[in-house]
């Protein structure tokens, strides 16, 4: 489908695994009960001083994105802190830093971690995929359909969509399939947000 593949690390800093995705450093995802953080290191350190600037910027007021922000003071300390990602969305915001000029077509496929309570949909580490369309003109429209040829491709036939919150996106969906007679949730997709883009410079 024309995408290459990208990989990260396991552990990062919350800087780039949250912050940079506007992840506001209260919330609940971050808590020891949702997080894996890290005893060795227990730190990473962030080596784009005015990355942070650009990002504490967003975090306490909004900059000239039209936002608000999440109105609070920004700490470098806070988005020091390592942990195992939680998503593989750091390696896209990552790239997409470091390859600010379109277009391209990215993904990546690796594990992440939770603490999750063990059932029949959860688990503590699995596999995420997650891509990034960037190029003139994408849209919604767009990422609705690369999704449903993504899903058809394996297998899938019904497949929906519903609108969904990721502080990163917006506007933000649902991806669902039909699956074993019920409807199943297998992702989340979205447009990234101007406080995510703008402090990253794209």
């Not at 650009?54 to 999440?70: K, L, P």
């Not at 994408?138 to 993504?150: D, P, S």
Request: with cysteine; net charge negative; charged share 25%.
């Amino acid at each position: 489908m024309g995408f290459q593949e990208i990989q990260g690390d396991y552990v990062e800093s919350c800087f780039w695994n949250m912050d940079v995705l506007f992840i506001p450093q209260d919330h609940p995802a971050r808590e020891m009960q949702d997080t894996f953080y890290c005893k060795v290191p227990s730190t990473l350190p962030i080596n784009e001083p005015q990355l942070v600037k650009e990002v504490a910027r967003v975090h306490e007021n909004g900059g000239t994105t039209g936002s608000i922000g999440w109105g609070y003071t920004f700490s470098k300390t806070e988005g020091e802190r390592a942990l195992l990602r939680t998503h593989t969305t750091v390696n896209t915001i990552r790239y997409l830093y470091y390859h600010p000029i379109p277009p391209f077509k990215v993904f990546s496929l690796e594990r992440v971690f939770r603490t999750e309570d063990i059932d029949t949909t959860h688990l503590p580490e699995f596999y995420q995929i997650e891509g990034i369309i960037y190029e003139e003109n994408a849209n919604i429209t767009q990422l609705v359909g690369i999704l449903k040829e993504f899903y058809r491709r394996m297998g899938f036939e019904k497949i929906r969509f519903r609108p969904g919150y990721f502080p990163y996106t917006e506007p933000s969906m649902e991806v669902e399939v039909f699956w074993n007679g019920k409807w199943m949730e297998l992702g989340g997709s979205g447009i990234f947000r101007p406080e995510v883009i703008e402090p990253i410079g794209v």
